[in-house]
């Protein structure tokens, strides 16, 4: 083989190896855009907001309605909802009965709750005094909002990453204002999230959850 022909094999084969590399550089800044940069897209934030509509028109939206909640105990419902790829909001005000506010109350806090069996988690149950805090929305606040500064019931979970001191943070806040016959609701998901730092979780008793005046 000639000294021409070798050279020219030697120059393809570093053609083809800058390609491969050239190539494999892309596909890691294609992961990387889409660990850290697709998040923040507009396609992956999804929101949806009623504004004082009836039980009738709420119950079609809302998946998580109670079993034993009537829609004509509904008067009027508010609603928004935020998510993204890592996390979500719900801020909703019902005008509603006492009766079925504590069924209302009792569905959204119940499943929470359960996650105190997951390892990894601390569960705290407590109340606090009004508004409640908006910890790490999805969203903007609805113009609607304006809880009043009531006792409030809050559940609230950390779900911690093994070998990190950050997890999951999950959080129901809710009151029902006996005045105005308003139910208020606020709850919040979010990865890398920190309520608490690990091992300190608030101390509370059970005992000092509110129930719904009548």
């Known amino acids: 083989m000639s000294d021409a022909a070798d050279h020219a094999r030697r120059r393809f084969r570093r053609r083809v190896l800058m390609a491969f590399y050239v190539a494999i550089v892309a596909i890691f800044l294609f992961v990387i855009a889409l660990l850290f940069v697709l998040p923040s ?15 009738v028109d709420a119950k079609e939206v809302i998946s998580d309605w109670p079993d034993t909640v009537e ?16 996390s979500s909001s719900r801020w909703l005000c019902l005008k509603i009965s006492p009766a079925a506010a504590g069924v209302w109350i009792d569905s959204k806090h119940r499943p929470e709750s359960e996650w105190a069996n997951e390892p ?13 805090p908006l910890q790490r929305q999805t969203g903007t606040t609805p113009e609607w909002w304006r809880p009043p500064a009531i006792r409030y019931r809050a559940t609230e979970v950390m779900l911690w990453y093994e070998g ?51």
């Open 71 to 86: 829609v004509s105990e509904v008067k009027a419902c508010s609603m928004k909802s935020s998510s993204t790829i890592d």
């Open 120 to 132: 990894n988690c601390e569960f705290v149950e407590r109340t606090l005094i009004g508004p409640p």
């Open 41 to 55: 897209i507009e396609w992956f934030d999804h929101t949806r907001e009623l504004i004082n509509v009836s039980g």
């Open 164 to 214: 990190y001191d950050s997890g999951v943070g999950r959080a129901t806040y809710s009151a029902f204002d006996p005045q105005t016959e308003q139910l208020w609701i606020y709850e919040y998901a979010a990865q890398h999230d920190l309520l608490w730092d690990r091992g300190h979780a608030p101390v509370a008793q059970r005992s000092d959850i509110p129930g719904v005046e009548q």
